[in-house]
C-alpha cells in the first residue's frame, strides 16, 4: 500500500538551514505531484509547497517563498524540502503528502510528519 | 492566502447532527468546486473524508457530507458517534496551484 515517510527533522537555531526528506513507496512516485504540509504545535495545518511529478513546476506560500526548496529525485523515489532562514514561526510538523491519480485537488495520502523545532 | 474561517469548535450529542462552516472567498473556495474536509485525530496524520466538495472517498462513511454555497463550504456530520470526535479541517484549491486550509474544528460529543 502507499506509505510516505519523513526524515530530517530537528531542533536547530534561527537562521539556520535545514533539509527534510520524504521517501515514497507502494506508489508510481514520478507520475504524482507532492506536497508539504506544515502544523505548528497546537495549531492548524498550512499547505507550505507543491512539486509537479517531473520536478519541472514549483509554488509556494507566501510565508515560505524566497526560504524553502522543494524538490524531488524520481529514481530515488524522495521528496525534499530545503528550509532556510529558519525562525521560530517554522516550527512545527512537516508532512509530506501526494494527490489521488488523474491529479485531483487533494491529498489521499500523507505521512506521519517530521518534527521540526527552530529555537535559540 | 489567509486561512478559511472555520468555528474553533462545534458539540453534539449522540445521533445529533452537526454542521461545519468553511468560508473562504472568492479567490479560493467561490471559483473553485475543490474543496476537501480533512479528519484528524490526536498525534495522527490526516485523512480525507470529502473531496470536490460533496465526493466521499471509498471506506468514508455516509454519514459524512459536504455541500458549498457562494464562499462558504460545509460539512456536515449526521447521526454523531463517540469516533467523531476530532479535529476537522477544510481545505480550498485557490488558483495558481496553491491551497489554503481552514483554521481548523474541534469536534466534541457530549
Known amino acids: 500500500q502507499v506509505q510516505l515517510v519523513e526524515s530530517g527533522g530537528g531542533v536547530v537555531q534561527p537562521g539556520t538551514s535545514l533539509r527534510l526528506s520524504c521517501t515514497g513507496s507502494g506508489f508510481i512516485f514520478r507520475t504524482f505531484d507532492m506536497y508539504w504540509v506544515r502544523q505548528a504545535p497546537g495549531k492548524g495545518l498550512e499547505w507550505v509547497a507543491i512539486v509537479s511529478h517531473d520536478g519541472d513546476k514549483r509554488f509556494y506560500s507566501d510565508s515560505v517563498k524566497g526560504r524553502f526548496a522543494v524538490s524531488r529525485d524520481n529514481p530515488k523515489n524522495t521528496l525534499y524540502l530545503d528550509m532556510n532562514s529558519l525562525t521560530p514561526d517554522d516550527t512545527g510538523l512537516y508532512y509530506c503528502a501526494k494527490d489521488p491519480p488523474g491529479g485531483r485537488y487533494y491529498f489521499d495520502s500523507w505521512g506521519p510528519g517530521t518534527l521540526v523545532t527552530v529555537s535559540s | 492566502q489567509s486561512a478559511l474561517t472555520q468555528p474553533a469548535s462545534v458539540s453534539g450529542s449522540p445521533g445529533q447532527s452537526i454542521t461545519i462552516s468553511c468560508i473562504g472567498t472568492?479567490?479560493?473556495?467561490?471559483?473553485?468546486?475543490?474543496v476537501s474536509w480533512y479528519q484528524q485525530y490526536p498525534g495522527k496524520a490526516p485523512k480525507v473524508i470529502i473531496f470536490?466538495?460533496?465526493q466521499r472517498p471509498s471506506g468514508v462513511s455516509d454519514r459524512f457530507s459536504g455541500s458549498k454555497s457562494g464562499n462558504t463550504a460545509s460539512l456536515t456530520i449526521s447521526g454523531l458517534q463517540a469516533e467523531d470526535e476530532a479535529d476537522y479541517y477544510c481545505c480550498s484549491y485557490a488558483g495558481s496551484s496553491t491551497f489554503v486550509f481552514g483554521l481548523g474544528t474541534t469536534v466534541t460529543v457530549l
Open positions: 470536490d466538495v460533496t
Open positions: 472568492t479567490s479560493d473556495v467561490g471559483s473553485f468546486d475543490l
